[in-house]
């Protein structure tokens, strides 16, 4: 198995393609059909087009405040890859590609973002929690999914998504802790991006790998190229498969950068070296995964041109029908906050509802 | 029909429901095998497995973290928190994620749980063992917080708990959990969340109380009656829905309106009561609201403790108080 | 000295355990902390150690029998005399301040739960009144029961107005409206925990009128007082000389003297002689000079009326008030004796007060209160002498009369007291 294979004790990261698209260990290639390897080709582009639009929006003053992907999208369209439609997935707030790999409406999580909560009601058939602020509280979800998957017989898998800084938080520990004691069929997904804002990863752990600290817990852990989709979709794959087959939990650490900021609000020059962006740079999941293809013969500049462009024109529209109808409708603020108004939320709804239409805001 | 003390019927109510429903599922710190410190969930884990009555790690946060998780996937967790002063531990839980994630979803996801835990003082414990803290729930839009005062009002707060479709936050008032005894029915029965309880009609003034206070309002209530004075006295059951028109309805009557509560006095349940009463019934009041509570100080240590916990007698000044302002 | 362990709570909150087996045995000799018996509860199984050293005298359970919490188990005699200092060890065991405290236990079965059956009759519902605070506090400086008000606000609110309209109404005579219902006033005595020290008298004829006649002046008519002391000096002289030229059955007092001086200024300042028409918003300046003279009698205050001050001598005035005054305290006046003051006097120096704030005799505008007379230093002529002073505190309708015009007045009267020969020569 890979995860005995690439022992993050050893100082091991699995990579199948460098940075520069070379196969470094054929025998670890996927057996992925033709058509989706380009269809994980033009999710990552998808990601990095929706991403970069949404961060000149936020500087046209049309989107409020947002959290950039870019450089992460092999972590997010790679591991999503890796789960079948009956998984759960919990995510934190970075992680576009997953969302998109999985089916959510462009749409949906622009409305998110722009500020609607109808943005985290995704499709009844899609099992994506809602965005999860609270670093790494949603992991604990991702234990209690599985949980009841095992408990009602079902062999669903769960992730959760988080980041270097999230292995911080105590929900971190409980929920590798939970997921360990009850061999909760969950993989813990931590997109080591190498800044937690502003603070480095060593003024979060004295650890050597993020990946070891699966081992305190009593399961295995695996650091992957987290720019190299082939190696995350591997990974993750195993974790799933080891998951459904009841041999319990798996923490991958998928090591990656974060080209942009933090968020729309962050400026990260006033922490980090340009130059060890641009490094990064060099190592984009993008680049990589675009030559590899071409090698392969299923992608071109033509075929990336055109499909650009037609991503371009689709967040395009995404966006402006969000700008349209993307404003919250009063009823629903208070509509949501139990199955049933109570008598007092009934007594206030229409208190504030006749302010509002008094003013004709309503 | 069993007779039943307070503890005995939270796990009377946990038996049927587990009975009942498939997917309930109990688990919490020695809640599973050894049936729970003050034996709550005994006999569950022997009845109904390990799969559905279970110990869990020294974890608060991961029980009611793990919980949502588990009521998205299907069932129905009703978690065991081993004290009132533990449950701080999962507060960013509670408030960041179980009372807002139908709203977040905008109901996409639901979640059917309950968190149950002792609550209250007066039971000689350690630090941390004897608060009140039903006010920082109260105060979380999304969730309900009910507190019963009677074995058979726990039974039917339970279950009703149990079955909601919303979090139900379920504290249990400990000093009481074997102070008495009551019939609890067999048969299968609710009581509805969100509506108080006239345990005693009277005209005088309102007395609106809950939990453990309910038993110490009667006492004061009785020596009272021996004086010419009747009191009605409202046992809230549910903290949050607040069952405002039962309280508005009896002060009309009453003119007056006296909150005992046990927890410290400021910024609480009673004050948000009062409040309410001069919103509502403002031009009936025919004396200033008042309140029996404890001072505002942390709760003390055993040898302290009684100087912190409102009494009968402390309850009985204050009704002469309110009765006898003159309007 | 013989101490007794008592099954204590060693689970928090249990009630009841089994005694499973002895571990020592009548006779035996024990030291603290050796294992009494082990138990089994539904909670814990645990050995019980003693609290005490000494001789077991006696094991009050049998093994295998059930046992409750606070049950005496074994009785050990310590050897000690008196009060032991073992004795505060027992609470401490029974109370077990253990790991998670512990619960009152009891088998106390309260009633059944009445949920779903037919609730009792409720109880019908006192009329309430809808007031704010602020009307309430009005209606109760008033004497306005709220409950005999009908209300004309939003709702049946009662106003302000309302109350003003109910309290004018009661000052006119209507009793009904400040009638307190019997009940509620059995409610705020019953609430009293001084009950049994309190007698009920009802009120008299005459208490009531005194009650509703200074409510009426107090909520009328805005009191003010001045305040004064004269110098009697020569009038104490000049009693005392005319005391022997009457005959022996009249009793001369100063009030004759008082009234003559008051008269004498009221001529010289008609507004304090006078009333209010608030109705026509006039002052009826009065020509004839009518005094009430209070008098306290057993039942209460009463004010028969000297009529006609200014045309009757000093001893007419002596010898009506002696024969008022006598006839108020049996109770023979008429009501024709109680009516048409211009002006009152109280005295209540007569029982050796000084000064006082006296309520008015309304609709009069004025009322004068005579203290005790008695000596005291005072500086003439910046030497120091012992006279007799007379305090006087008059109280005003401030509505009619200004504390200029009190002031004026009674620097009137000082002047007629101060000068008995002006007085009766004028």
């Given at each position: 198995?890979?995860v005995?294979?690439?022992s993050p004790?050893?100082?091991?990261?699995?990579q199948i393609l460098d940075k520069?698209?070379?196969?470094?260990?054929?025998?670890?290639v996927?057996q992925?059909?033709?058509?989706?390897l380009?269809?994980?080709?033009?999710?990552m582009?998808y990601?990095?087009?929706?991403d970069?639009?949404?961060?000149?929006y936020q500087r046209?003053g049309?989107?409020?405040t947002?959290a950039?992907?870019?450089?992460?999208?092999a972590?997010?369209?790679?591991s999503?890859y890796a789960?079948?439609?009956?998984?759960w997935?919990?995510p934190a707030?970075?992680e576009l590609g997953?969302?998109l790999?999985?089916?959510v409406?462009?749409?949906?999580?622009?409305l998110y973002?722009y500020?609607?909560e109808?943005g985290s009601?995704?499709a009844?058939?899609?099992r994506?929690?809602?965005v999860s602020?609270?670093?790494?509280s949603?992991?604990?979800?991702a234990?209690?999914?599985?949980?009841a998957a095992?408990?009602?017989?079902?062999d669903?898998?769960s992730i959760a998504?988080?980041?270097?800084g999230?292995?911080s938080?105590?929900d971190?520990?409980?929920?590798?802790?939970?997921a360990?004691v009850?061999?909760?069929a969950?993989?813990?997904?931590?997109q080591?991006?190498?800044w937690s804002?502003?603070?480095p990863?060593h003024?979060?752990?004295?650890?050597?790998?993020?990946a070891q600290?699966a081992?305190a817990?009593g399961?295995k852990?695996?650091?992957v190229d987290?720019?190299d989709i082939?190696a995350v979709?591997?990974?993750?794959?195993?974790?799933?498969?080891?998951g459904?087959k009841?041999?319990?939990p798996?923490?991958?650490?998928?090591?990656?950068?974060?080209?942009?900021?933090?968020?729309?609000?962050?400026?990260?020059t006033?922490?980090r070296?340009e130059q060890?962006?641009d490094?990064?740079?060099?190592k984009?999941?993008i680049k990589?995964?675009r030559?590899?293809?071409e090698r392969r013969g299923l992608w071109?500049?033509?075929m990336?041109?055109?499909?650009?462009q037609e991503a371009d024109e689709?967040?395009e529209?995404?966006?402006?029908e969000?700008?349209q109808s993307g404003?919250?409708?009063f009823?629903?603020?208070?509509?949501?906050q139990?199955?049933k108004?109570?008598?007092?939320?009934?007594e206030?709804?229409?208190?504030?509802?006749a302010f509002?239409?008094e003013?004709?805001?309503? | 029909?069993?007779?039943l003390?307070?503890?005995q019927?939270?796990?009377?109510a946990l038996?049927?429901?587990?009975e009942?429903?498939?997917s309930?599922?109990?688990?919490?710190e020695?809640?599973?095998y050894?049936?729970g410190?003050?034996?709550?969930?005994v006999d569950?884990q022997e009845?109904?497995?390990?799969?559905?009555c279970f110990d869990t790690?020294?974890?608060?946060?991961?029980?009611?973290?793990a919980?949502?998780?588990m009521?998205?996937?299907?069932?129905?967790?009703?978690v065991?928190?081993?004290?009132?002063?533990?449950?701080?531990?999962?507060f960013?839980?509670?408030?960041?994620h179980v009372s807002?994630?139908?709203?977040?979803s905008?109901?996409?996801f639901?979640?059917?749980?309950?968190i149950?835990?002792p609550s209250?003082g007066?039971i000689?414990a350690?630090?941390?063992?004897?608060?009140s803290?039903?006010?920082l729930?109260?105060?979380?839009?999304?969730l309900?917080i009910?507190?019963?005062?009677?074995?058979?009002?726990?039974k039917?707060?339970?279950?009703?708990a149990?079955?909601?479709?919303?979090?139900v936050?379920f504290m249990?008032?400990?000093?009481?959990?074997r102070?008495?005894?009551?019939e609890?029915?067999e048969?299968?029965y609710?009581?509805?969340?969100?509506?108080?309880n006239?345990?005693?009609?009277?005209?005088d003034?309102?007395i609106?109380?809950?939990?453990?206070?309910?038993?110490?309002?009667?006492k004061?209530v009785?020596?009272a009656n021996?004086?010419?004075i009747?009191p009605e006295v409202?046992?809230?059951?549910?903290i949050a829905p607040?069952?405002?028109?039962?309280i508005i309805?009896s002060?009309?009557?009453?003119?007056?309106i006296?909150v005992?509560?046990?927890?410290?006095?400021?910024?609480?349940?009673a004050?948000?009561?009062i409040?309410?009463?001069?919103?509502?019934?403002?031009?009936?009041?025919?004396?200033?609201?008042?309140?029996?509570a404890a001072?505002d100080i942390?709760?003390?240590?055993p040898?302290?403790?009684?100087y912190?916990m409102p009494?009968?007698d402390m309850?009985y000044e204050?009704?002469?108080?309110?009765?006898?302002?003159l309007? | 000295?013989?101490q007794?362990?008592?099954f204590?709570?060693?689970g928090?909150?249990?009630?009841?355990g089994?005694?499973l087996k002895?571990?020592?045995e009548v006779g035996?000799?024990?030291q603290?902390?050796?294992?009494?018996?082990?138990v089994e509860t539904d909670k814990?199984?645990?050995?019980?150690?003693?609290?005490?050293?000494?001789?077991?005298?006696?094991l009050?359970?049998?093994?295998g029998?059930i046992?409750?919490?606070?049950q005496?188990?074994?009785k050990?005699d310590?050897?000690?005399?008196?009060?032991?200092q073992?004795?505060t060890?027992e609470?401490?065991?029974?109370e077990?301040?253990?790991?998670?405290?512990?619960l009152?236990?009891?088998?106390e079965?309260?009633?059944?739960?009445?949920?779903?059956?037919k609730?009792?009759?409720?109880?019908?519902?006192?009329?309430?009144v809808?007031a704010t605070?602020?009307?309430r506090?009005?209606?109760?400086?008033?004497?306005?029961?709220l409950?005999n008000?009908?209300?004309?606000?939003?709702?049946?609110?009662v106003?302000?107005?309302?109350?003003a309209?109910a309290?004018?109404k009661?000052?006119?005579?209507?009793?009904e409206?400040?009638?307190?219902?019997?009940?509620h006033?059995t409610?705020?005595?019953?609430?009293?925990?001084?009950r049994?020290q309190?007698?009920?008298v009802?009120?008299?004829?005459i208490?009531k009128?005194?009650?509703k006649?200074?409510?009426?002046?107090?909520?009328t008519a805005?009191h003010?007082t001045?305040?004064?002391e004269?110098?009697?000096?020569e009038l104490?002289?000049?009693r005392e000389?005319?005391k022997?030229h009457?005959?022996?059955?009249?009793?001369?007092t100063f009030?004759?003297f008082?009234?003559k001086?008051i008269?004498?200024a009221?001529?010289?300042?008609p507004?304090?002689n006078s009333?209010?028409d608030?109705?026509?918003?006039?002052?009826?300046?009065k020509?004839?000079?009518?005094?009430?003279i209070a008098v306290?009698?057993?039942?209460?205050?009463?004010?028969?009326?000297?009529?006609n001050v200014?045309q009757?001598?000093i001893?007419?005035?002596?010898?009506?008030?002696?024969?008022l005054?006598q006839?108020?305290r049996?109770?023979k006046?008429?009501?024709?004796?109680?009516?048409?003051?211009?002006?009152s006097i109280?005295?209540?120096?007569?029982?050796?007060?000084i000064?006082?704030v006296?309520v008015?005799n309304?609709?009069e505008?004025?009322i004068m209160?005579?203290?005790?007379?008695?000596?005291?230093?005072?500086?003439i002529e910046?030497?120091?002498?012992?006279r007799?002073?007379?305090?006087?505190?008059m109280?005003?309708?401030h509505r009619?009369?200004?504390?200029?015009d009190?002031?004026?007045f009674m620097?009137?009267?000082?002047?007629?007291?101060?000068?008995?020969?002006?007085?009766l020569?004028?």
């Open positions: 198995m890979l005995d294979q690439y004790f050893e100082g091991k990261m699995l520069d698209g070379n196969v470094l260990d054929e025998s670890l996927p992925i059909p033709d058509e989706d380009v269809k994980l080709m033009k999710t582009l990601t990095r087009t929706a970069r639009k949404a961060l000149m046209q049309r989107m409020l947002y950039p992907n870019e450089g992460q999208e972590c997010q369209v790679g999503a789960l079948a439609k009956k998984d997935m919990a707030f970075r997953a969302w790999q999985r089916g409406d462009l749409k949906t999580i622009f973002w500020g609607n109808m009601k995704v009844d058939d899609i994506i929690l809602p602020i609270p670093i790494s949603q992991c604990l979800h234990v209690g999914l599985a949980m095992r408990k009602r017989g079902l669903e898998v998504y988080f980041g270097d999230g292995t938080e105590g971190f520990h409980e929920a590798l802790n939970l360990g009850y061999k909760a969950t993989v813990f997904f931590c080591n991006n190498q804002i502003s603070v990863k003024f979060q752990t004295a650890s050597e790998t993020f600290k081992y817990y399961f852990g695996i650091k987290g720019n082939l979709y591997v990974a993750t794959k195993e974790a799933v498969e080891r459904r009841g041999e319990g798996t923490l991958i650490e998928g090591y990656t950068y974060r080209l942009g900021p933090h968020t729309t609000s962050d400026d990260p006033r922490y070296e060890e962006v490094e990064w740079r060099e984009d999941p990589r995964f030559i590899y293809l071109s500049d033509e990336e041109k055109q499909f650009v689709e967040v529209r995404a966006f402006k969000v700008e404003n919250t409708q009823d629903d603020i208070f509509k949501y139990y199955e108004m109570t008598p007092l939320l009934e206030q709804y229409a208190e504030y509802k509002f239409q003013r004709g805001m309503l | 029909m069993p007779v003390n307070n503890v019927a939270v796990n009377y038996m049927q429901e587990m009942r429903d498939p309930v599922v109990v688990f919490g020695d809640a599973g050894e049936g410190v003050f034996r709550a969930t569950l009845k109904f497995g390990v799969e559905r790690p020294i974890s608060e946060s991961g029980i009611v973290g919980a949502v998780g009521a998205i996937n299907g069932l129905k967790p009703v065991e928190l081993q004290f009132c002063g533990f449950t701080y531990p999962a960013n839980q509670i408030i960041s807002r994630m139908r709203n977040r905008r109901g996409r639901t979640l059917p749980m309950v149950r835990f209250g007066g000689r350690l630090e941390h063992h004897s608060e803290p039903e006010v729930f109260a105060h979380i839009p999304g309900k009910v507190m019963p005062s009677t074995p058979y009002d726990t039917g707060l339970l279950t009703a149990i079955r909601d479709p919303d979090p936050i249990e008032p400990k000093r009481i959990y102070a008495f005894k009551q609890v029915p048969e299968d609710v009581i509805e969340i969100g509506k108080a006239v345990v005693k009609e009277g005209e003034l309102t609106v109380t809950w939990g453990a206070m309910v038993k110490d309002t009667l004061a009785e020596e021996k004086k010419g009747f409202i046992d809230l059951r549910t607040l069952d405002r028109e039962a309805q002060v009309k009557k009453t003119g007056r006296l005992v509560q046990e927890a410290v006095k400021s910024f609480g349940v004050s948000e009561i409040a309410l009463v001069n919103e509502k019934a403002f031009l009936h009041l025919e004396a200033p609201p008042a309140r029996v001072p942390i709760v003390p240590l040898r302290g403790e009684q912190y009494n009968p309850i204050k009704i002469l108080e309110v009765v006898n302002f309007t | 000295m013989i007794e362990f008592k204590p709570d060693i928090e909150g249990i009630h009841e089994k005694l002895w571990h020592m035996d000799t024990i603290a902390g050796d294992t009494i018996a082990e814990v199984n645990a050995e019980l150690p003693s609290p005490y050293s000494g001789k077991v005298i006696a009050l359970a049998e093994e029998g046992i409750y919490v606070g005496v188990l074994i050990v310590t050897g000690e005399v008196g009060k032991s073992d004795q060890v609470p401490v065991a029974e077990n301040a253990g790991v998670v405290g512990a009152e236990a009891s088998s079965v309260i009633p059944a739960s009445a949920e779903g059956r609730q009792e009759a409720a109880i019908p519902p006192k009329r309430k809808l605070p602020v009307a506090k009005m209606a109760y400086d008033l004497g306005v029961d409950r008000v009908t209300g004309t606000g939003p709702g049946g609110r106003m302000k107005a309302d109350i309209a309290a004018e009661t000052t006119a005579g209507d009793s409206a400040s009638k307190p219902e019997q009940k006033e409610k705020l005595e019953a609430a009293s925990k001084d049994n309190i007698e009920r009802p009120l008299s004829m208490r009128t005194i009650a006649k200074m409510v009426q002046s107090k909520h805005p003010a001045a305040m004064d004269v110098d009697v000096t104490v002289k000049f000389t005319a022997g009457f005959d022996e059955d009249i009793h001369l009030m004759p008082i009234m001086a008269v004498l009221l001529k010289k300042n507004k304090i009333s209010l608030d109705e026509t918003e006039e002052i009826l300046l020509k004839y000079y009518h005094l009430g306290d009698t057993e039942e209460g205050l009463t004010v028969p009326v000297v009529r200014d009757k001598s001893v007419r005035l002596a010898k009506e008030l002696n024969d005054g006839r108020a049996n109770r006046l008429t009501i024709d004796e109680l009516k048409e003051s211009t002006f109280t005295n209540y120096g007569a029982v050796g007060s000064f006082g006296p008015i309304y609709p505008v004025a209160g005579i203290g005790k007379i008695s000596k005291k230093p005072v500086v910046d030497e120091l002498v012992i007799h002073m007379l305090p006087l505190s109280s005003f309708d009619v009369v200004d504390g200029g009190a002031g004026r620097n009137d009267v000082k002047k007629y007291l101060s000068d008995p020969y002006r007085l020569l004028l």
